[in-house]
Every structure is written in structure tokens, then in C-alpha cells.
């Protein structure tokens, strides 16, 4: 109790701007991938001890190949795609790492004030990649407001920081961090001509989408998914039947035929959450990426089952 | 003798991290207490038709070479309802001006502006509003901490840049350079120092120069050049031209004695009228040294128009003193 | 009620250290602004009392340029370039009749530390012109050790530079020069205006280069001649098992000097001059900024009898434009250490060209082209393909009959030179004499 004081409160001594780059240095990656729009490269940070990294879906779409991760050192690591959520603006990506790694401490973005210090750390102008050297920015948090319009490749349109801390180039998924070394913020390229500033996406509101990935997390350290191109399709039709979604047909070899789900099972919930009717059903599963996985809660003639299936290619 | 170092070298870094933690806060305090006093200003312009040269039909230029859209920025400096913002900011052919603060709107009139200085005066219906402190000028040199405020893109969200004053002589000794970042959404807006008082606005940024992207470089018209010309401005007053003060001669950078030697006297010059006369070299102003024109130029230009100044000359090996009332210079 | 918050505020520990920094900040602003110099369209500093200075090689040119110069506050002197060296985009000049100037000293750019707090003075777009009064900017170390564009080991920072600040120094807090302002990362806005990437070239590699700058004239950039590295796209380096271990030595001439230091194709060097070389951009950063004739101990790797093993070696850099004899004419020029311009005059013989290269992309042929200079120096050219050859795009379009071709950086900066280079004279086939 007196150690986790102490730890706190070390913590919470003002650190030099060269203290926060040491001790942060090592939970930020330059992430780089191929995908519909050729090579594309940007950073990430660790999330997980044991590789799972965030980073910006603009840098890494779903579909991507050739993922490569960079540490500081420098050291290379080949990456595949695990999750990710397009509108969210956010990819995850698992690397296996030789040591456990030191994933960044959270911190809170509603606690944050206009005005406080930030820091970022990434790969402007790609320096991480090709120069070994994650670059380190600072400034304060200047604004928070949202962006209508999405320049630079980003997907995000909500409510966003705008800071002082340079952002350019490949610093999309680089980390923003307050004066006490924790993530508050994920860099996005997206800016306005009104002002032009950098951003970053909230960390709350990051925590909420690998909250809502977090199935897919599991589903791929249980089974070690490999990354799919393309948008996902389960292989079975569902329709609505006395009061339950029941599955209709089932496409022979498909996803779900393997699984073996069956017609006439009833589906209960998909991915924890019950199903009101096929409309609403067929809705979430219409929007699932290839190679993600979901859960679904299946009642096969009396026997409660949970049967994992996973999106293929459409 | 190491552990003396290693001592010293500690407390610079204490020093350090607790500056670094520390601008934070005050950028937050500053941020927090001077945003009631920081305005969003919502101008309808014709878009055909644009001030200052300004081509709206470079429909192939990046967006940066046309005015944004959006709303720009403005300070309260009267309870009452008197608002500063930027001359650019409501140039060109505009139908309405619309002041914005929250889920507030107030229609404002255009009152007076002195575009050299490229500041505006609007006047919108209110009492009680909060004013800010100014700054003493005086104090102001190259290193001091300086915030910009402003109220961009969302009327209901203030904005804070930090940064350094850059250089003190701009623009004729009306404006400070400062490096915390200034764009068109925040031209207009408040600059303020550690404590929150108010410097000066944010200025001199159209799509012709080079510094309203965020680029560093940025221009804060000083409160008290402000302040010299507000009474004339409330009532009304329009300064499209600088009012340069000067004395009106040539000169050129004299080793000895020090200073500027008199090579013309311009005709119908306060120098003239002065009765200066060609060879005399100017040693002082008002009891303060100028060893170049540079130096002269800078002085006399710090001061105003129809304002009296005392010049120290040596002629023909002998000072003496001469007073001379600055005028207006023609050639501006 | 907010004078109240504002009451509140003068009592508050956090602003007793802003103003109590701040008043440092401004004495130290004051202090290292006597030591700045206006000179042309940039920026200059004092670097000795009796009137060394430093500035950019674009901003004041070559050995025997003779400047006004201005200092902060207006003093006004003469300055002839005595030393310059185009490659790293340095000039270094003498001020006439100095004494006592005001002045900062080098420091040691190596020990730097990211997040170091740094200061540039500078005159971006001539603001200071007239009433000489310089432009401070304050920021961090964002990187060391840089290559962008072409320089090589250059310091990365976000305090705001501006076109104006090139040739003016970047200053840690202790008052030292570790580098001079050159370029800036100007992509993001695709303007010549800060986004806060700033490049200045490093100190340590100035430091140097100074003796034979101080002697006059053009000084060179070494390179280890006879060597071949693995430079081929990352595909195959990261693959190769070696990546970020050093680099994989894939060819020795013998004789040469990579031979005198024992090297061997199969090697993996990582280190050389006291520095750690672990990626193909820190070898070109390293050798590059070290002159001609510098001796340099390498460090390097060997698999023998299935273990590796640790060798030393000594070399001392050789001077490119050796290296366009012969056969080794097309390397230097994917490496782009080339002054080859001037053993060809006014242009440079390109010997042959590399099948599926860069410069054959960019539509030079060998035989007897020459590469003219568009206004800009010529191995500025090479050094575009250089960039090219590492994996960057490449532009090359054949406008007219008269076959000069434009070969463009792909990365805007504080100058984006362009370069044009005449293909082979139809008619005269590869017998250009130069002087």
C-alpha cells in the first residue's frame, strides 16, 4: 500500500521533457503496411505485454499485409491484423514479441484542461523508420472541438484534441501523452484550414472501441488469426420465426457450416449481446471485417451452445 | 567537484521539470480565466468580393492561398459591449457581423479601424461583460512566456497557443513577433502574458502572407498602440494610412562622434523647422544614445505623430540640444 | 469574476515558476542574440571573438564571397567566405576587423538528449531587416542523427523554423551551438512555412570539418572507397537476418582502403568512428560527416566456424571524386558523394549508369552525358538520386530534343533545388573532354 503511494507519487513529480521521452520511448512503435493505397506508414503504441499494439486505421486498414513493426533500437518485428474499427480510426495489429513488452499507461481525457502539456512521440517524416528515431514533440492542449470534414485519410469525426505538439506527416497512431507519461490522446492527420493544427482522438473515447473490439482480441489470442483481405461474410442467412431469429441456410463449406451451425438453430446473442430480430441481427454481421471473429449464443434444439465463427472474405 | 556538478546539473533539471509542468497549469488558469473575455466573430461576406487584394477565384489553389471559412476571433475590451478583432477579419464587402460566445449571438456594427495597424473596433448591445488587465508594456522583451487565445472553429470552445515573444520591433514599433501558433480562426484574438493580462490582439494575418498557418511566426498588435488610438476609433474614425512620425532628413551611421550624421535636410521637415542643418550628427534622443539610423529610425518611430522630442547634436565639434515635433511622413 | 480567478492566480506556486524561468528565458534570449549576424537572405552566428562565424553554404556561398553583415542592433561589417563546404551546407566566414565580439561556442550535438529544451535565432522572411532585431523560437530535440534529404546526420527539431533562419544556430539552454538551421520538413502544408520540423545541421559534424575550413577553400566529404553495402530496398535487408544488427557488407574491391581496414563481403559493420551503424541511412550519416582523410576505426562482425566473431579495423575516408573513375562512377552516383562536377568543368561524366536505377529512371544514359547545373550545384543532383536509390520516388520526364530532364525531390524544404541533366549529345559519342 505504501509502495503503490510511493509509486503514485513518484509518478506525479514533474518530470523534464527528456525524462518523459525515456521513460515513454519504449511503448511507441512506427508501424508500416501495404494495402489499396500501396505502402502506407505511420506509429503505434503497445497496448498489451505480450504485442498487441494500437494504431491509426488510416495507416492500417483492415486488409493490410506486410504489416512491420518498429522498435526502438532498432528492432523489426512482422505484425498481423487483428481488429479494427474503421469509423473509430483505430487498428489493432499483434506482434510476437522476444520479451514481454511495456504497454502505455492510460490516462483519463475528460480530466484533461485546455491548456495542459502534452507530448507526442512517433515517426514524422517517417525519422522512426529510416533514422531509428521516434521523433518527440511538445506543446499544450490548445482546443477540443469536432472536425466535420476529414482530410488526410482520417475516419474520425468526433470530438477531438487540437495541441500545439507538431504533427506531421506518419504521425497518425502516435501517441499524445499528458506530463505524467500516460496516453491521452491518439494522433490523427485530420485538421482544419481555419486553424491549421494537429489533433488527436481522446483516449476515452479510444478505451470505449478496444472495449467494443475486445472479443475479437480474445477470439485471436485463442486461436492466432491471420490477417484476411477484404470485407467478411459468415456463410449462413438468418429469418425471423416464432418470435426468435433462427438461421435460414447455411452455405456449404462456409464459415459457418464448419462451425456447425445448422438451420433451424436459434441465435440467442452475437457477441454477448441479445438479438432482437433478423433485421437488427443481420445488420451487426453485415458490417464485420474479414478475419474478425464473433461469438454467437446458439440454442441447436434445446442445447445451449457458443460457437465461434470467423468472417471470411465476401 | 563531480557531485558539485552532478548537485548543479540536478537542481537545473528540478528547475526544468517543474517549469515544464508548471507552463501547463498557467496555460490552463490562463485559459480558464480569460475565456469569458475571448469572442468567435461570424462575418457574412459577399465571397465575390474580398479585401485586400484578396482573389476569391483561385478555385485551383490549395486551400490555404483562399480566406477559410469559419469563424475568426475577437477580445472584450469595453463592459459594455466594445470588441477588438483584426481589420482583415472584417474586410472585404461584408452584409453582417455576428459576435458569438457560447449559445450567445449579438449582432455587432463595424465601428472605426486603423488598418495599418490592422485592428478593428466592433460594438455589440451588452453591460457587464469581463474585460482583461492589460500588460505593462514596458516589461516586455524577446523570451517572455505569451498565450493567444481564440474562439475557433466552435463558438462555444476557447482555444490557447503558447509560445515566446519572438522579436519587440515590428511593424513600425506597433507590433510584437511572437511563436505561438496563430491561424486565421485565432486573428482577432487576445495575447496574453503569464498572468493573464492583455498584450495585445492578433494581428497582420491574410492569405498573402506567410504567417497564418500555424507557422510560428505570428504578430501581436500592442495594447498600447491600441490604446493610443481607441478614442478615436470608438468614435467612429477609419485610418486606411500609417500616421508615421518622423523628422525628415537623410542621414547615414557617423563613427565619431557616435551616432547619425545629417547629410539633407528635407524641405517642409520638422528638421527644418527645427532649423537642423547638413553635418550635424544627431547623438541622442531625449537623453537616450542612438549610435545608427537603424537605431534613430526605431526611436522616432516608437513615438507619435505631433509628439516634441529632444535631440542631442553636435555641430562643428559643439553639443547642444534641439527640440523637434515629429511629423507626419509623406512618403508612407 | 475573473479578476478574482486572476487574484488567485498571484498567489499560485506554478506561476512563481513560469515567471522565475521565464525571466531566465528572457536574459538568455538577450545574451544569445549578440552573438547572431543578418547576413543576405539568412541568418549567421559568431562563433569566436575575433569574428569566425557560420552560416549555411545556400545563404552566403563559396570561398571568396564577400558580405555586409549586420549584428543584433545594427553594427554593420565586412565578412569574406574562407571555407565552405557545399555538401553539408556550410560556410564558414571570417568578419574583418573584429575584436571582442560577442560570440557562443560549439557544443557536442552527440550528447544531446531528446527533449531538450533548444532555442533558434533567426530571420525568417526577413522580418529583422531594417530595425535588426532577430527572431527567437523556442522548442525541443525531436531526433539526432537524421538523414533527410541530404543531410546526414542532422538534428531534428520542433521549435519553428522558418525560410529566413538558415545558417542560424540552434542553442541548447547552457548556451551552446549544436547546430545551424538549414532545412525545414515542409510537406504537411506544402508551403514554405513551419509545421514544426526543423533540420539543422549537427555540431559535432561541423567541429569536424573546422580546421580545414579555417584553411580555405572547399573541404569533401569521405567515403570508404571499395566497399559495397546491401542497399537494396528493405525487403531484402530486413531479410537478410542482419536488420538493425549493422549492416551487411556485400562487396570489397581489393585494393582499396574498405580492404586496408580487413573488411570482407559476408561482414556486418556496426560501428564505425566511435558510432553505433545500424541501418544503411546512419552509415551514409556517419561516413558522410567525416571529411576527406579523417581516419576512422570500424567495427564489424564475422561468421567463422558457425560463430560470429568481432573484428577491428582502421580506415582512413577517401575523396569521392576518386570514386568516379571507372567502374566505380555509377555507384558514386546512386551515393551521391560526387564534386564530380568539377573534374568534368561545368558538368559531370556520367561513365555508366545502373540497369533498372534510379538514374536510369530519371533517364540518364552513360556514354557522354553531362550533367549541367539548372542554377543549382550539380552534386545536389546526385544527391536527388542518392534519395532515389533509397527507395523514395523518382521523376523523370524527357522534355524536348535538347533532352534536359528534370530530376525533383519528391520532399519540399527550405530550398527545392531542381536539377537538369543533358542526355548523351546525339552526334558526339563519349569523347567530352573537360577541363
Known amino acids: ?314 | 567537484m563531480t557531485l558539485l556538478l552532478l548537485a548543479a546539473l540536478a537542481q537545473e533539471d528540478d528547475l526544468e521539470a517543474k517549469f515544464t509542468r508548471s507552463l501547463g497549469k498557467v496555460a490552463a488558469a490562463v485559459a480558464e480565466a480569460s475565456a469569458p473575455s475571448v469572442v468567435a466573430i461570424e462575418v457574412d461576406r459577399d465571397p465575390r468580393s474580398d479585401g485586400d487584394g484578396f482573389n476569391p477565384n483561385q478555385g485551383a489553389a490549395p486551400d490555404y492561398y483562399r480566406r477559410p471559412e469559419g469563424l475568426v476571433s475577437g477580445a472584450i475590451v469595453g463592459a459594455d459591449g466594445w470588441i477588438l478583432t483584426s481589420y482583415f477579419n472584417v474586410s472585404g464587402e461584408i452584409r453582417g457581423i455576428k459576435v458569438r460566445q457560447d449559445s450567445k449571438t449579438w449582432p455587432a456594427k463595424l465601428v472605426g479601424y486603423d488598418k495599418p495597424k490592422d485592428i478593428a473596433l466592433l460594438k455589440i448591445e451588452a453591460e457587464g461583460l469581463p474585460v482583461l488587465r492589460t500588460a505593462v508594456m514596458e516589461e516586455i522583451k524577446t523570451g517572455r512566456t505569451v498565450f493567444v487565445m481564440g474562439r475557433s472553429p466552435d463558438a462555444s470552445r476557447a482555444t490557447i497557443t503558447d509560445g515566446i515573444v519572438s522579436a519587440v520591433h515590428r511593424f513600425k514599433e506597433s507590433a510584437i513577433q511572437v511563436d505561438a501558433e496563430m491561424n486565421f480562426g485565432s486573428t482577432g484574438g487576445p495575447c496574453l502574458d503569464a498572468q493573464g493580462r492583455l498584450v495585445g490582439i492578433a494581428a497582420h494575418i491574410n492569405p498573402k502572407s506567410s504567417w497564418g498557418q500555424s507557422g510560428g511566426v505570428g504578430f501581436v498588435t500592442r495594447i498600447d498602440a491600441i490604446e493610443g488610438v481607441l478614442e478615436k476609433l470608438k468614435k467612429g474614425e477609419k485610418i486606411e494610412k500609417a500616421k508615421t512620425p518622423w523628422i525628415g532628413i537623410l542621414g547615414a551611421d557617423s563613427e565619431d562622434p557616435e551616432g547619425v550624421r545629417v547629410q539633407e535636410v528635407l524641405s517642409g521637415s520638422p528638421a527644418e523647422a527645427a532649423k537642423l542643418e547638413a553635418d550635424d550628427v544627431i547623438v541622442e534622443v531625449d537623453g537616450k544614445k542612438v549610435a545608427t539610423l537603424a537605431e534613430l529610425q526605431q526611436t522616432v518611430q516608437g513615438r507619435k505623430v505631433d509628439q516634441d522630442v529632444t535631440l542631442t547634436i553636435v555641430r562643428k565639434g559643439k553639443e547642444q540640444k534641439v527640440k523637434v515635433t515629429l511629423g507626419e511622413n509623406p512618403n508612407e | 469574476m475573473s479578476s478574482l480567478l486572476l487574484l488567485l492566480l498571484v498567489q499560485d506556486p506554478d506561476l512563481d515558476n513560469v515567471l522565475e524561468y521565464q525571466k531566465r528565458m528572457e536574459e538568455f534570449c538577450e545574451r544569445v542574440s549578440k552573438a547572431y549576424v543578418f547576413i543576405g537572405g539568412g541568418s549567421g552566428v559568431v562563433i569566436s571573438p575575433d569574428g569566425w562565424m557560420l552560416t549555411n553554404h545556400h545563404v552566403a556561398g563559396e570561398t571568396g564571397a564577400e558580405w555586409n553583415v549586420n549584428l543584433t542592433g545594427g553594427k554593420a561589417y565586412k565578412a569574406d567566405v574562407i571555407g565552405h563546404d557545399p555538401t553539408g551546407d556550410v560556410s564558414l566566414l571570417k568578419i574583418r576587423d573584429a575584436t571582442e565580439l560577442p560570440f557562443l561556442e560549439l557544443g557536442s550535438s552527440d550528447d544531446l538528449e531528446i527533449g531538450q529544451f533548444v532555442v533558434a535565432v533567426g530571420n525568417p522572411f526577413g522580418l529583422g531587416n531594417g530595425n535588426w532585431d532577430p527572431t527567437v523560437t523556442f522548442g525541443v530535440i525531436s531526433a539526432i542523427h537524421r538523414y533527410q534529404d541530404w543531410y546526414m546526420d542532422c538534428i531534428h527539431t520542433d521549435t519553428h523554423i522558418n525560410p529566413g533562419n538558415s545558417g542560424g544556430p540552434l542553442i541548447t539552454m547552457e548556451g551552446k551551438i549544436i547546430g545551424i538551421n538549414g532545412r525545414g520538413g515542409f510537406m504537411r502544408r506544402r508551403t514554405r512555412v513551419s509545421s514544426g520540423i526543423g533540420l539543422a545541421i549537427s555540431s559535432s559534424q561541423i567541429q569536424r570539418y573546422l580546421p580545414s575550413m579555417k584553411a580555405g577553400g572547399r573541404v569533401y566529404h569521405g567515403i570508404i572507397e571499395g566497399i559495397t553495402i546491401a542497399e537494396g530496398g528493405f525487403d531484402e535487408y530486413e531479410n537478410s537476418g542482419v536488420y538493425g544488427e549493422g549492416i551487411l557488407v556485400a562487396g570489397v574491391d581489393t585494393p582499396s582502403r574498405a580492404d586496408d581496414a580487413g573488411l570482407l563481403p559476408g561482414d556486418i559493420l556496426h560501428e564505425i568512428g566511435g558510432y553505433p551503424c545500424y541501418n544503411v541511412n546512419r552509415y551514409h550519416g556517419i561516413v558522410g560527416s567525416h571529411p576527406v582523410g579523417s581516419k576512422v576505426k570500424v567495427k564489424y562482425r564475422r561468421l567463422e566456424d558457425g560463430a560470429w566473431k568481432e573484428h577491428e579495423g582502421e580506415t582512413v575516408l577517401g575523396d569521392p571524386a576518386k570514386a568516379l573513375e571507372g567502374e566505380h562512377a555509377y555507384r558514386a552516383v546512386l551515393y551521391g558523394f560526387g564534386p564530380a562536377y568539377e573534374q568534368a568543368g561545368d558538368g559531370i561524366r556520367i561513365n555508366s549508369v545502373a540497369e533498372k536505377g534510379p538514374a536510369e529512371a530519371a533517364g540518364m544514359r552513360g556514354g557522354s552525358g553531362r550533367a549541367r547545373r539548372g542554377g543549382r550545384r550539380a552534386n545536389r543532383g546526385i544527391r536527388r538520386l542518392r534519395q532515389v536509390a533509397d527507395g523514395q520516388q523518382a521523376q523523370g520526364r524527357r522534355r524536348d530534343e535538347a533532352e534536359s530532364i528534370p530530376v525533383l525531390s519528391p520532399q519540399s524544404s527550405v530550398f527545392s533545388p531542381q536539377y537538369s541533366v543533358l542526355g548523351p549529345q546525339s552526334g558526339s559519342e563519349g569523347s567530352e573532354t573537360e577541363d
Open chain 1, 1 to 314: 500500500m505504501l509502495l503503490a503511494l510511493c509509486c503514485s507519487l513518484l509518478q506525479d513529480e514533474p518530470k523534464t521533457t527528456r525524462q518523459i521521452f525515456k521513460e515513454c520511448v519504449g511503448s511507441v512503435v512506427a508501424v508500416r503496411g501495404w494495402a489499396h493505397l500501396g505502402e502506407q506508414s505511420g506509429a503505434g503504441v503497445v497496448i498489451s505485454e505480450d504485442g498487441l499494439i494500437l494504431c491509426s486505421y488510416t495507416t492500417v486498414p483492415e486488409g493490410s499485409e506486410k504489416i512491420r513493426v518498429w522498435f526502438k533500437g532498432p528492432k523489426l518485428y512482422t505484425a498481423e491484423y487483428v481488429a479494427g474499427s474503421k469509423h473509430d480510426e483505430v487498428s489493432l495489429i499483434r506482434i510476437k514479441p522476444d520479451a514481454p513488452l511495456t504497454p502505455i499507461r492510460f490516462g483519463e481525457s475528460a480530466a484533461c484542461d485546455l491548456g495542459q502539456a502534452v507530448f507526442s512521440i512517433g515517426n514524422a517524416q517517417n525519422s522512426f523508420i529510416n533514422d531509428d528515431q521516434p521523433s518527440f514533440q511538445r506543446g499544450i492542449i490548445s482546443g477540443r472541438y469536432v472536425l466535420t470534414d476529414l482530410k488526410s485519410g482520417a475516419y474520425f469525426r468526433g470530438e477531438l484534441f487540437e495541441t500545439t505538439a507538431a504533427v506531421n506527416e506518419h504521425m497518425d497512431g502516435g501517441v499524445l501523452l499528458n506530463d505524467r507519461g500516460e496516453m491521452i490522446g491518439m494522433i490523427t492527420l485530420n485538421y482544419t484550414p481555419n486553424r491549421w493544427m494537429g489533433h488527436a482522438i481522446p483516449v476515452d473515447w479510444i478505451r470505449k472501441t478496444l472495449d467494443r473490439l475486445k472479443h475479437d482480441i480474445a477470439a485471436s489470442t485463442a486461436a492466432g488469426a491471420e490477417s484476411d483481405p477484404g470485407s467478411g461474410a459468415l456463410g449462413f442467412t438468418m429469418k425471423d420465426e416464432g418470435g426468435k431469429v433462427v438461421v435460414d441456410t447455411v452455405v456449404e463449406n462456409g464459415p459457418a457450416d464448419t462451425a456447425g451451425l445448422r438451420a433451424g438453430d436459434a441465435i440467442l446473442r452475437i457477441s454477448g449481446e441479445a438479438v432482437a430480430d433478423a433485421a437488427s441481427a443481420r445488420k451487426r454481421l453485415d458490417g464485420l471485417a474479414a478475419g474478425s471473429w464473433v461469438w454467437l449464443e446458439v440454442d441447436a434444439g434445446g442445447d445451449i451452445e457458443k460457437i465461434k465463427l470467423r468472417a471470411e472474405k465476401k
